[in-house]
């Protein structure tokens, strides 16, 4: 599954697909304000864009959803809620063609995360964990990946943890162990936890890993409910040797072609999308 043959116009290309030209540095090609795009760098460093979305389960408007993805460019999406029953594997295929991405892994076996990558990537090992299941309760897991940039290699978690606040604090942990487990250096976990930064299970995964919106804010900060936000409670973390170059949910002024109609129509989430640089 590929994109679209782009356009004739490099200039045209390189803005909708939010690349930079291999070797050149990522500040000077931002997609659109203040947010880099991807890029490979001369030292051997890449530039990340990875996104983070809960897509409920594909039920609300699926154009726009797709409309908002593509334009926030991203090199690799983690995805919460997607289908995992009647025909789940044909919804995730339609998803990540239509957003010109492919599927890593995840899906029905991880309980409903879900990993997409641009072709950029090359998928080096993929799983799906499923958690304990606690009587009474939906049963959640992990989407994970080691995906390779260049030379670089990136651990990926696609988690979306439990309602209830006790189960929750386990699944941090659980999830804190999946991203040690990675055995990359650089690696990151992105879902819905949830839960507010200041609940004991979001307090959990700072102590070990940076919340990258905190640590280099950009666009907005809540994400839930979409034609309201109130609430942050999905997150992007890294482990302390990524680079940051920000992070936080797209606000159409940030983002060429992105539309606020679409960011409510969408989902009942808001995306949160991180620019991410792992030194070579």
Known sequence: ??????????ADSAARNGRAEPGEPADTQALGRG???????????????????????????????????????????????APRFFRWRKKAAWLARD??????????????????????????????????????????????????FGSVRLGVVSCHLSLDRAERQRQADALLRRVDGTGERYAVAAGDI?????GSSWQLLTGKLRDAHATVPW?????????????????????????????????PEDLPGLDPADLAAASDHLPVLAALRLRG
Request: negative net charge; charged residues 20%.
């Open 1 to 10: 599954m590929t994109s679209p043959t782009p356009g004739n116009d490099p």
């Open 35 to 81: 947010l880099p795009a991807s890029a490979s760098e001369s030292d051997g460093s890449v530039v990340v864009r990875l996104l983070s979305y809960n897509v409920r389960s594909l039920r609300d408007d699926r154009a726009a959803l797709v409309r908002v993805v593509r334009a926030c460019a991203p090199d690799v999406v983690c995805v919460q809620e």
């Open 99 to 148: 957003c010109g991405l492919v599927a890593v892994t995840g899906g029905q076996p991880a309980a409903g995360p879900l990993l997409l990558s641009s072709l950029r990537a090359r998928v080096v090992h993929s799983e799906d964990v499923l958690l304990p299941r606690t009587p009474g309760l939906h049963r959640r897991g992990f989407a994970t990946a080691t995906l390779e």
């Open 194 to 198: 949830n839960e507010a930064p200041e």
């Open 219 to 251: 666009g907005g900060t809540f994400t839930s409910p979409a034609g309201e936000p109130l609430r942050r409670i999905d997150g992007v973390f890294v482990t302390p040797e990524v680079e940051v170059l920000g992070c936080g949910v797209p606000q």
